[in-house]
């Protein structure tokens, strides 16, 4: 798809591969398209724009609503300097039904896939290409419409932006202790918990806080009716390996389909090792860790890739998840999904799709 392109007069400096960090550079251009205010006219004026800040009017809906999605994905570069994106059809599937959730008018997911290839091609630079760095895209919808009546905005954009990005683990692949929260709520049987919003987040920093003021590096989240089930671990799906089996939360409408979470269960399949989608009660895991069969814990995200859990703060107990350190599974599917990334390990499902070079 040809899309309009207008090129930076100032192409910024680019931060020092060793300094990324996460998400605090962004690279030369952005997409950008809009919808409305005549909805016949669907999405139009999709083009490639030098980054920068938008005008938007104190009214825009989104900044009182919160009518907006996003979503979080990554472009690799390989040993060979080729570059390519990680599963975006399966992001793109996931805004089309963050979409619907928040009423906000479907972006078809060829056209998600292209604005995202042909923005990394422009700023193909800006991929680096250390192990475990990368250049993640970030595709949002906000509301814009100027009116303060409660219903869905008539006006929208959609953009994309990319930023540099280090290995997530600077100093190490490091397991981190999680509390687990008994008393606020990130999302409910209902709601949005299953669509990337921004209502999620905002929901979710206070118990994040308090963890961390505790000396905790996130909460695991339990279920908002009996805070009885897992859920999710920060912004993370979870897994559990309780004896041989794996065991994570079944997609109930509450949790986050991750794509990360997606590409584990398939790995753990291919190799033949169990995995169950299920209801898993926080009793259970308790019980496991008393008879020695809580085996690993970790966290699964395209951000972090893998992110082990070395204990858990169970209302002022710790437990220790394992031997407290990575765990061989935790270690082998982070090793494993950063070596398909960067095309060295055969990418043996098809995640790979590749960004011409311009
Ligand atoms: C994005 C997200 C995840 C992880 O999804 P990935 O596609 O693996 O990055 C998990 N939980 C929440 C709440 C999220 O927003």
Same mark, same amino acid.
């Given at each position: 798809?040809?899309?309009? $392109?207008?090129?930076?007069?100032?192409?910024?400096?680019?931060?020092?591969?060793?300094?990324?960090?996460?998400?605090?550079?962004?690279?030369?251009?952005?997409?950008?398209?809009?919808?409305?205010?005549?909805?016949?006219?669907?999405?139009?004026?999709?083009?490639?724009?030098?980054?920068?800040?938008?005008?938007?009017?104190?009214?825009?809906?989104?900044?009182?609503?919160?009518? =907006?999605?996003?979503?979080?994905?990554?472009?690799?570069?390989?040993?060979?300097?080729?570059?390519?994106?990680?599963?975006?059809?399966?992001?793109?599937?996931?805004?089309?039904?963050?979409?619907?959730?928040?009423?906000?008018?479907?972006?078809?997911? !060829?056209?998600?896939? &292209? #604005?995202?290839?042909?923005?990394?091609?422009? &700023?193909?630079?800006?991929?680096?290409?250390?192990?475990?760095?990368?250049?993640?895209?970030?595709?949002?919808?906000?509301?814009?419409?100027?009116?303060?009546?409660?219903?869905?905005?008539? #006006?929208?954009?959609?953009?994309?932006?990319?930023?540099?990005?280090?290995?997530?683990?600077?100093?190490?692949?490091?397991?981190?202790?999680?509390?687990?929260?008994?008393?606020?709520?990130?999302?409910?049987?209902?709601?949005? *918990?299953?669509?990337?919003?921004?209502?999620?987040?905002?929901?979710?920093?206070?118990? #994040?806080?308090?963890?961390?003021?505790?000396?905790?590096?996130?909460?695991?989240? =339990?279920?908002?009716?009996?805070?009885?089930?897992?859920? !999710?671990?920060?912004?993370?799906?979870?897994?559990?390996?309780?004896?041989?089996?794996?065991?994570?939360?079944?997609?109930?409408?509450?949790?986050?389909?991750?794509?990360?979470?997606?590409?584990?269960?398939?790995?753990?399949?291919?190799? *033949?090792?169990?995995?169950?989608?299920?209801?898993?009660?926080?009793? !259970?895991?308790?019980?496991?860790?008393?008879?020695?069969?809580?085996?690993?814990?970790?966290?699964?995200?395209?951000?972090?890739?893998?992110?082990? $859990?070395?204990?858990?703060?169970?209302?002022? !107990?710790?437990?220790?998840?394992?031997? *407290?350190?990575?765990?061989?599974?935790?270690?082998?599917?982070?090793?494993?999904?950063?070596? $398909?990334?960067?095309?060295?390990?055969?990418?043996?499902?098809?995640?790979?799709?590749?960004?011409?070079?311009?």
């Amino acid at each position: 798809m040809g899309f309009e $392109i207008v090129r930076t007069q100032s192409p910024r400096p680019r931060p020092a591969q060793d300094a990324l960090g996460f998400g605090r550079h962004f690279s030369d251009h952005m997409f950008r398209m809009e919808y409305g205010p005549d909805p016949a006219k669907g999405w139009y004026a999709g083009r490639i724009v030098p980054y920068g800040p938008l005008t938007l009017e104190p009214a825009a809906s989104v900044l009182h609503y919160g009518q =907006t999605i996003f979503e979080g994905l990554k472009a690799f570069r390989g040993a060979d300097g080729s570059i390519a994106l990680f599963r975006p059809q399966m992001h793109a599937a996931r805004f089309v039904q963050s979409a619907d959730r928040l009423c906000i008018p479907r972006i078809p997911e !060829e056209l998600f896939v &292209d #604005a995202c290839r042909e923005l990394v091609a422009l &700023d193909h630079e800006w991929v680096p290409g250390a192990d475990g760095a990368s250049l993640y895209l970030r595709p949002l919808v906000l509301a814009t419409e100027p009116f303060l009546g409660v219903r869905p905005s008539l #006006a929208y954009t959609f953009l994309v932006i990319t930023s540099p990005v280090g290995a997530y683990y600077a100093s190490g692949f490091a397991p981190v202790r999680i509390k687990v929260e008994r008393q606020m709520v990130r999302a409910a049987r209902g709601g949005v *918990g299953a669509s990337k919003t921004a209502a999620n987040y905002a929901a979710s920093l206070a118990a #994040a806080e308090r963890a961390k003021a505790e000396g905790f590096a996130q909460v695991l989240w =339990t279920d908002a009716a009996e805070h009885r089930y897992v859920e !999710e671990v920060g912004t993370m799906n979870v897994f559990f390996q309780i004896g041989e089996e794996v065991i994570t939360p079944e997609l109930d409408g509450v949790i986050l389909p991750g794509v990360t979470r997606a590409s584990v269960i398939e790995l753990l399949r291919h190799r *033949g090792v169990p995995v169950v989608e299920r209801k898993l009660a926080l009793q !259970e895991i308790l019980e496991a860790h008393a008879d020695g069969r809580l085996r690993e814990a970790f966290g699964s995200g395209t951000a972090a890739v893998v992110s082990p $859990i070395s204990a858990l703060g169970v209302d002022g !107990e710790l437990l220790t998840v394992g031997n *407290g350190g990575v765990g061989p599974l935790a270690g082998s599917l982070f090793e494993e999904i950063i070596a $398909i990334q960067h095309g060295t390990a055969p990418d043996l499902f098809g995640w790979l799709v590749p960004v011409p070079s311009r």
